[in-house]
């Protein structure tokens, strides 16, 4: 595995093992574990994926050290504010089983029902993080889904600045202002949803990219994921593809096909609107 470093030195593994929509069932405990035992050290959870017990179940019943993993979480949009941050934070904890977690992100910066006070919310949940970070219980902190102008608010009071910022890049949907913007913060992205959530493997472009290649369209989604600078966070339930998306360090896009694949303008849709979101 190969890894980055954060803005504080941290080390991050390359590739994380995501877990959206993975039911928090044996299904899930098994994904999981097959992560694990294929060679993947990070794994992406969040409070409102509701499967952050099962995650930490998995890590207990692998044969990995709880040192050998990098656990991210991430903050509920409920949970925001400084009190908020700091009860549900032990939950989490809790729910995990451990004593301090990698990384820990807000998930979303305006959520539905601090629409009113974004700015000011995110200020106090901030504060929280980085007290957790100063104590030691969070090893690195950032963000989710934050576009330039909640990033901008944020840095006002902040007395850490982000160390990530995970929003969706894949095919078609790489925001290249606000990752120009970040990768001039020192600040790293990570890509959720690299597979376009599943909609890539209809696009006949990626098809015949991965004849070329000799590769799947996974692969070369996440290949593109990382000639790019980001960290690509592919998530499955079937052990034969957790291992095929881990196997992409022996092959290189070529740099037609790396403006090809991101010229497939809203092949897979686009990042939704963090100021639009219902929730």
């Excluded at 990382?226 to 960290?231: A, C, E, H, R, T």
Aim: charged letters at 25%; one cysteine or more; aromatic letters at 10%.
């Amino acid at each position: 595995m190969k890894y980055y470093e954060l803005s504080n030195h941290v080390s991050i593994p390359a590739i994380g093992f995501g877990t959206w929509q993975t039911p928090s069932d044996e299904i899930g405990l098994n994904a999981v574990l097959s992560a694990l035992e294929a060679g993947y050290r990070h794994i992406d959870t969040a409070q409102g994926y509701r499967n952050e017990e099962m995650v930490g179940r998995a890590i207990k019943q692998s044969r990995v050290t709880r040192e050998e993993v990098f656990i991210t979480s991430k903050l509920d949009n409920p949970n925001h504010g400084y009190e908020n941050t700091m009860r549900t934070f032990e939950e989490t904890l809790n729910r995990l089983g451990t004593s301090y977690v990698d990384m820990f992100l807000i998930h979303w910066p305006n959520p539905l029902q601090y629409r009113e006070a974004w700015q000011q919310t995110n200020a106090e949940t901030w504060r929280a993080f980085e007290e957790l970070y100063e104590a030691g219980k969070i090893r690195a902190i950032g963000i989710s889904n934050f576009r330039q102008h909640h990033i901008d608010e944020l840095l006002k009071t902040a007395k850490i600045a982000p160390m990530v910022n995970q929003i969706r890049l894949c095919p078609g949907d790489t925001q290249d202002e606000l990752v120009a913007y970040c990768k001039e913060k020192g600040i790293l992205l990570e890509a959720y949803s690299p597979l376009g959530t599943g909609k890539i493997f209809a696009v006949p472009q990626m098809q015949q990219l991965a004849d070329k290649y000799n590769k799947s369209i996974a692969q070369v989604c996440i290949r593109f994921s990382l000639q790019n600078g980001f960290l690509p966070l592919p998530k499955s339930v079937t052990r034969e593809r957790i291992i095929e998306n881990l196997d992409v360090f022996d092959f290189e896009l070529e740099d037609a096909d790396m403006k090809l694949i991101a010229g497939l303008t809203g092949c897979v849709g686009l990042a939704s609107d963090p100021d639009k979101t219902p929730w």
